[in-house]
């Protein structure tokens, strides 16, 4: 990955070859500047989401069908730290392709995996959140911990082959086209596949978790006040009365992780298919920041959620190493 030096000569990314595509031209400080910023944001991706990985993991008491798609979740943003967010540095920076068109085929598929995947399991929790919230003792007979495995297993499956197909027709048809430079891993898709993607991937999985959740917080707001009436009033509050409240809690978090990564994700999913170079710095910048989401997720369950801090701590004192330290009741440590 060496770059010329002298500004007067162009920069090519293959130089042996012909047809090679040039290369931006940026000076040592910035190359040295924007690598050591993108290697940190994806060691600090990878480090947060290994923490909630081992956390869920290590601890029994966390393994619950809402913690198995958290931690499904977080697989798919380690990934993202720490396999995408280095190639993607390396193609913004560099402005090259290096790894040849058949990785970038199979890094184009990859790619769309994680997404599909992330938001397959968005709609996972909103619907976990909602029975949980508005039907609670239908709950543990219709959300186990075996079926939360199972419906990941089934997303992961859908998510690789919905990926697969376009974007394997769509190299081969790049491929053929002889005006593309060589050093440039892109793809483009038919119309007819933007408009499925466009039902499938946005109108369809949003109107779904919005759905979900604007019934979640009405039930949240409707037993919220029946709580606090109770307890304004001196009245004596079931041990149910208190499930129902922290499952409520739990319901807006996920709730604020989900509105997030939504946030992040519509702008360049309405931007990314308008071919206009003018606003090619516009998709990218927003392309990264739904790359950043995948950092912002343990963050949230940091601020929300006391057992992870908790477990946290374990994990970095290396409490997890100590004999049952599996079984240990992290709810009533603190």
Known sequence: MAYETEDHETQYCFPAINSSCIKTKR???????????????SAFTVFLNLLVIISISHFKKLHTPTNMLILSLAVADLLIGLIVMPLEAIKLIETCWYFGDIFCGVYSVFIGLLLSASLSHLILIAVDRYVAVCHPLHYPQKIT?????????????????????????SLQSDLNKMNVCYGVCTFTVSYAWR?????????FPCTVIITLYMRIFYVVHQQVKVIN??????????????????????????GLIVMVYLLCWIPF???????????????????????????????????????????????????????????????TDY
């Open 27 to 41: 000076s040592t400080f910035e190359y040295n500047i924007m690598y050591v910023f993108f290697s940190l944001l």
């Open 195 to 203: 408009v499925t993607d466009l039902i499938m991937s946005l109108l």
């Open 229 to 254: 009436s109770l307890l304004k009033g001196g009245k004596h509050v079931m041990k149910g009365s208190l499930k129902r409240k922290t499952e409520s809690k739990a319901a807006l978090t996920l």
């Open 145 to 169: 911990t075996a079926k939360s495995i199972l419906s990941i297993c089934i997303c992961w499956f859908c998510a690789t082959a919905y990926n697969i197909v376009p974007v394997s027709s």
């Open 269 to 331: 999913f309405i931007l990314v298919p308008i071919e206009n170079t003018e606003i090619i710095f516009t998709t990218t910048v927003l392309l990264w920041i739904v790359y950043l989401n995948s950092a912002v997720n343990p963050i949230i369950y940091a601020l929300f959620y006391p057992w992870f801090k908790m477990s946290v701590k374990h994990i970095i004192t290396l409490k997890i190493f100590q004999p049952a330290s599996s079984h240990m009741d992290i709810f």
